[in-house]
Nanobody, 126 residues
């Protein structure tokens, strides 16, 4: 079993930055794909960013490309999501997820992921 715990959410103003962290415990997670998703009220969960097991490849949703950066530190079993130039439309609960595959690129569908964190709320005011 793997446990994922997000932290770093909060209330910020448009244009501000936040960094989310996802700490993994349990089985070693340094050989698996990790992703960040978000879900706002009344909407389906959507892909934000993904990173392969060694950090060699990252991919992003068009809505966050150029503003968000995903990274991982396998020595600490932590995945980060640096969010810059935040917009009110970025307001959502953010979830990290783990997939038990050595992917070439992180999948964008939530169903492809096995474990999920509890979520961290990010609220961006205008």
């Amino acid at each position: 079993q793997v446990q994922l715990v997000e932290s770093g959410g909060g209330l910020v103003q448009a244009g501000d930055s936040l960094r989310l962290s996802c700490a993994a415990s349990g089985r070693p997670v340094n050989t698996y794909t990790m992703g960040w998703f978000r879900q706002s009220v009344g909407k389906e969960r959507e892909f934000v960013a993904g990173i392969t097991w060694n950090g060699g490849r990252t991919n992003y949703a068009d809505a966050v490309k150029g503003r968000f950066t995903i990274s991982r530190d396998n020595t600490k079993s932590i995945v980060y999501l640096q969010m810059n130039s935040l917009k009110p439309e970025d307001t959502a609960a953010y979830y990290c997820a783990l997939r038990w595959k050595l992917d070439v690129v992180a999948p964008i569908l939530p169903d492809e992921y096995t474990y999920w964190g509890q979520g961290a709320q990010v609220t961006v005011s205008s």
